[in-house]
């Protein structure tokens, strides 16, 4: 049977604010979405998100044989200013709890949610958010096959403890499909497939900025967040000696992010101790400022403690960076060690130095890995073919 016709119109569902920050599941939304249109599918992307003033905007983001609509929904909730200032004041695991019950709230505003989704009348709806809107999900399930991509550690967070895994037994098994983006994110479940992030081969080109030549270029682009792991970058940058850190520039992209602000003083305090001349905090960067900034570095590095397939990684290595990364998540899968890039231990930062010191010492020949690096996600992680994955997946889903 021909399942085609049922993918005319499909309704993403996403946490964040669409556009207004530069996370990697906002990248993967708007690059599957857009490769969608150009099939003919009608996307309409609805980001609902809790704030101080509630309000409603709509647009087209893109159009080709079929359209790609974005709604922003921000709804007012009493509840928002007394988690900002506790996560605020707060560090560490009740910091990250607190962050995870903020997590929790556009819950309060499912209808809403769920109207606009009956508005769009959709064939099937695609969740890209996982806890923040579990309840609308449940609801909408009832009347709509729902799908289901498991972009964050939310999911990794309850398979630790058994009593957390049988609820989450329950909280995925209204899904159609579910598609992991990590060989660790992707369950143990015969709905689950893994389907690997992908990257803009056309946009992320090295486009043949000055390098400095004095020093060997890292950069983290990286939000400033605790899974992340930037401050054991820069706590491997702390361990180098002065001959080494004399030789290299770190470049943070992501500093501006104030989601964890006492993670944020931890990094800062620890840059405070190294020569100024050894890091540039970037701030936040458009994809066109990425793309210039990896087009004057020699190597991207994501440290994190937990990753599905790193996106900026990818961006990175199509524009010939080689990936200084831990081996977490997603990662192991994009990253061949001496070949592509190198992979250290997780939570290491002295397993990190070491690996800096070596290629700053010019153990490695930079510029092959380079474009080994391009052509691995070039031949294998265009999102073309990831898109092409989805609807597949789209089609076994609704067959099942």
């Not at 579990?134 to 399930?141: C, P, Q, R």
């Not at 972009?151 to 909280?171: A, D």
């Not at 015969?190 to 004095?214: K, L, W």
């Amino acid at each position: 049977m021909d399942y085609s016709h049922k993918l005319d119109s499909i309704v993403f569902i996403t946490e964040d604010i669409f556009g207004e920050s530069i996370g990697g599941v906002e990248q993967h939304i708007y690059h599957i979405a857009k490769e969608l249109a150009k099939l003919g599918k009608n996307i309409t992307i609805i980001s609902l998100k809790t704030g101080l003033v509630s309000s409603r905007k709509s647009e087209v983001i893109y159009k080709n044989k079929g359209n790609v609509i974005l709604i922003k929904l921000v709804k007012k909730n009493p509840l928002l200013k007394p988690l900002l200032f506790l996560e605020k004041r707060i560090s560490g695991n009740g910091g990250m709890l607190v962050g995870f019950l903020g997590k929790l709230l556009p819950n309060f505003h499912a209808l809403a949610l769920i109207k606009e989704i009956d508005k769009a009348s959709p064939d099937l709806i695609h969740q890209h958010d996982y806890l923040a809107n579990i309840l609308a999900s449940k609801v909408l399930s009832k009347r709509y096959p729902v799908f289901f991509t498991n972009h964050t550690g939310q999911y990794l967070f309850l398979e630790r403890y058994t009593f957390t895994r049988y609820i989450q037994r329950w909280l995925i098994n209204h899904y159609a499909a579910i598609i992991g983006p990590s060989k660790e994110l992707t369950p143990n479940d015969p709905r689950a497939t893994y389907i690997s992030n992908g990257v803009d081969i056309d946009f992320f080109q090295r486009d043949g900025g000055d390098i400095q030549e004095d020093r060997i270029v890292f950069i983290c682009p990286r939000r400033w967040a605790p899974t992340k792991g930037v401050l054991y970058l820069a706590k491997a940058l702390y361990e180098l000696d002065n001959r080494h850190k004399a030789k290299v520039k770190i470049l943070f992209a992501g500093s501006d992010s104030d989601d964890f602000p006492w993670y944020r003083d931890q990094i800062l305090e620890v840059l405070s101790k190294v020569p100024k001349e050894s890091f540039d905090l970037l701030g936040n960067l458009t994809q066109e400022a990425l793309r210039s900034y990896f087009s004057k570095s020699h190597i991207v590095v994501i440290p994190s403690l937990m990753e599905a397939t790193s996106l900026a990684a990818m961006e990175g290595m199509s524009c010939c960076l080689p990936v200084l990364s831990t081996d977490v998540g997603g990662m192991p899968e994009v990253v061949d060690q001496d070949i592509t890039g190198w992979l250290v231990a997780s939570e290491d930062h002295k397993a990190l130095a070491a690996k800096m010191t070596e290629i700053i010492d010019g153990k490695y020949d930079i510029s092959r890995m380079g474009l080994a690096a391009r052509d691995f996600v070039r031949d294998k992680k265009s999102w073309k073919g990831i898109a092409q994955a989805v609807i597949k997946t789209y089609i076994s889903g609704l067959r099942s």
